[in-house]
Every structure is written in structure tokens, then in C-alpha cells.
């Protein structure tokens, strides 16, 4: 697991280099754990739904360590007409069946 960890946390990186773009962050805090889920946990029938959109990078790279997704479809990660978001678009890839949650605050305006 420590090798795929490295290999992944590589891989991510230049994801986001390449595109210019990116929560690196979030990614990267979120990857070990997605990793571990996806080669560790979670049976062939069951499907996670990424509710940290900002991490959607994780969840690609992680996608890709299983061989979900090729290097070219990695190579398209926030370009035009790309199936990989900035943040997952529910249906691009089997592997993403729902949206995440709403960016945008829609509650009240709150005054100190």
C-alpha cells in the first residue's frame, strides 16, 4: 500500500500541474483514505459517492490505481469538454453516480 500511495500522491500531483488548476489540498488529505476504501474495503458491488467535491482529483487517481480510468482520460482532468470536472459531474463515468452537494450557501446572511 505504501507504493501505491507514493505512486498516487505523484500522480495527482502532476494531474494538477498540468492543468493549472485544483484543490491539492483536500486532495491529497482525502487520497490515502479513498485509496485504502477502494483496494481494501469496499466489495465489487458497492459504490461510493464522493460528497467532497474539491476532492474529486482524489477519487480520479484513485479510479485510475484500479485501472478505472486510462492516463489519457487523466490527461483531460478540468479541460474543456472533459469527463473530469474540477468537481465530478454525476454520470461522466460510471464510477460517479450521484453530484456532490451544492457550492453555494443558499441559507440566511449572517451579521456579527
Known amino acids: 500500500m505504501k507504493d501505491l500511495l507514493r505512486k498516487a500522491r505523484l ?4 494531474m494538477h500541474f498540468d492543468s493549472g488548476v485544483g ?8 487520497l490515502e483514505l479513498l485509496l485504502t476504501l477502494h483496494h481494501r474495503v469496499m466489495r465489487d458491488d ?6 467532497k467535491g ?9 479510479l485510475w490505481s ?11 482532468f478540468h479541460k474543456d469538454h472533459t469527463k473530469l470536472g474540477g468537481h465530478p459531474m454525476p454520470h461522466a463515468i ?4 450521484f453530484a456532490i452537494g451544492s457550492l453555494v450557501w443558499t441559507g440566511p446572511v449572517l451579521h456579527p
Open 66 to 76: 484500479l485501472g478505472r480510468l486510462s492516463e489519457e482520460q487523466l490527461a483531460t
Open 23 to 30: 484543490h491539492i489540498g483536500g486532495n491529497l488529505s482525502s
Open 94 to 97: 460510471p464510477d460517479i453516480p
Open 54 to 62: 474539491h476532492a474529486a482529483g482524489a477519487l480520479y487517481i484513485t
Open 46 to 51: 458497492d459504490q461510493f459517492i464522493l460528497s
Open 11 to 14: 500522480r495527482l500531483l502532476k
